[in-house]
């Protein structure tokens, strides 16, 4: 019975820290290149701006959210109560708005890690073109969710019942 419940929980916690994983990439990948931008503006100048170092930005950005998220969210759900954990990874599973989000996040960034290369091809390294262009769709499909949102257009939202453990 103990290891059903552990292994259970171990389960519950693993798609939570992918969740978080997942919503730190997107926000890493959104904030970082206009911190970056601002960062190289005001301290060196306009002439010391590059495309390359951009888009390595975008994705060493991304790279960093994803680590940081996912090791707070291990940090919080694997010491917290099972009953706490089934609970929110149910409200998650069924979360339109997050799978919404995580739907344009995705789109965009299939489609930008594609495109970015095509188009800028001997601007930059491949490996930035690619990892970074993925960051930026991965940004343009948050904030594309964020505009529907705020248009008139929010997902629907899903009836969670959760279930009461007999501990």
Known sequence: MAATIFAAHA??????????????????SLLTPPAYLAFIL?????GSFSLNRLLRATWIGGLGGTASAGG???ARYAYSHEDSVRARRI???YDTDRIRRDDHATIGTLLM???????????????????????FGSSIGLLTHYAR??????????????PVSAS
Request: net charge positive; aromatic share 6%.
């Open 113 to 135: 890690g594609v495109l970015t290369p095509a188009i800028l091809w001997r601007r930059a390294n491949i490996v930035n073109l690619i990892l970074g262009g993925a960051g």
């Open 72 to 74: 707070i969210a291990y």
């Open 42 to 46: 005001a301290r060196r100048g306009r």
């Open 11 to 28: 389960a519950d916690t693993d798609y939570l820290v992918r969740q978080a994983m997942t919503t730190g990439y997107q926000l890493g």
């Open 149 to 162: 949102s705020l248009s008139g257009d929010p997902p629907p939202a899903a009836e969670v019942i959760i």
């Open 91 to 93: 409200k998650t599973a």
